[in-house]
């Protein structure tokens, strides 16, 4: 049975999100708010818990398209390729925001995502998010919990949340109600930049 944690995103707990935080590093999955929609996350360095999370999706791990949330721009650097100007500007000007960049991956990748060569970053402008991968000291693994009512699409309440994931993940965070329109994806991979998905960053970046 999940844990529920009431966290407010202007002043987040520390105790609170310490205890999130040894969940995570016990290998536990949690649900926790970002800047556009509820996600699904857990310690990228825990094989245990990423084989968990990609059950719970149905997918292959090696093959599942998750995003790591990072806590800051340097953050992101540490896992891909050296990226050249024009990228970094983009990144800075777009970063903390609702963006999902897709960029080479480098030989920091957890090995499950070595094949993959590409990564999915996330700078989410929450405070919650952030104090979470600020303490644990490295990105969470992160998808989006979808809901099978494809007029809602995403759940945004999180009592409701509550009670259909409780017996699933280990600690859910109630940061207030969540958002219902996914990240933008940029692929940035190609030398251009390519809009995967349009979603609530502005393509003005």
Same mark, same amino acid.
């Given at each position: 049975? %999940? ?18 935080? @040894? ?7 949690? +649900?926790?708010?970002? *800047? ?10 825990? /094989? ?5 999370? %990609?059950?719970?999706?149905g997918v292959k791990l090696e093959k599942a398209n998750f995003? $790591? ?5 340097? *953050? ?7 990226? *050249?100007? !024009?990228? $970094? ?11 999902? $960049?897709?960029?080479?991956?480098? /030989? /920091?990748?957890?090995?499950? $995502? ?7 970053l996330r700078v989410p402008d929450n405070n919650i998010a952030? %104090? ?5 000291? !490295?990105?969470? +693994? !992160? ?8 007029? +809602? ?13 409780? @017996? ?11 958002? /219902?329109? %996914?990240?933008?994806?940029? *692929? ?18």
């Amino acid at each position: 049975m %999940a844990k529920l944690i009431k966290l407010y995103e202007e002043n987040p707990n520390e105790k609170q999100i310490q205890e999130v935080v @040894k969940v995570l590093r016990d290998g536990g999955i949690i +649900i926790y708010p970002t *800047d556009t929609v509820y996600g699904l996350g857990c310690d990228i360095n825990n /094989n245990r818990a990423l084989e968990r999370i %990609a059950q719970i999706r149905g997918v292959k791990l090696e093959k599942a398209n998750f995003s $790591f949330v990072c806590e800051s721009l340097s *953050d992101v650097s540490g896992y891909v390729k050296q990226m *050249d100007t !024009s990228v $970094f500007k983009m990144l800075k000007r777009a970063l903390p925001g609702p963006y999902t $960049f897709i960029l080479e991956g480098n /030989n /920091n990748l957890p090995s499950v $995502f070595k094949k993959k060569k590409t990564v999915g970053l996330r700078v989410p402008d929450n405070n919650i998010a952030r %104090a979470i991968v600020r303490e644990l000291g !490295s990105p969470i +693994i !992160s998808t989006s919990i979808r809901d099978e009512d494809e007029v +809602i699409e995403y759940t945004t309440d999180p009592e409701l949340i509550y009670e259909k994931w409780e @017996k699933l993940v280990d600690v859910i965070i109630d940061g207030g109600y969540g958002g /219902n329109i %996914a990240s933008t994806v940029i *692929d940035l991979t190609q030398g251009e930049p390519v809009l995967v998905r349009e979603g609530k960053g502005s393509l003005e970046i």
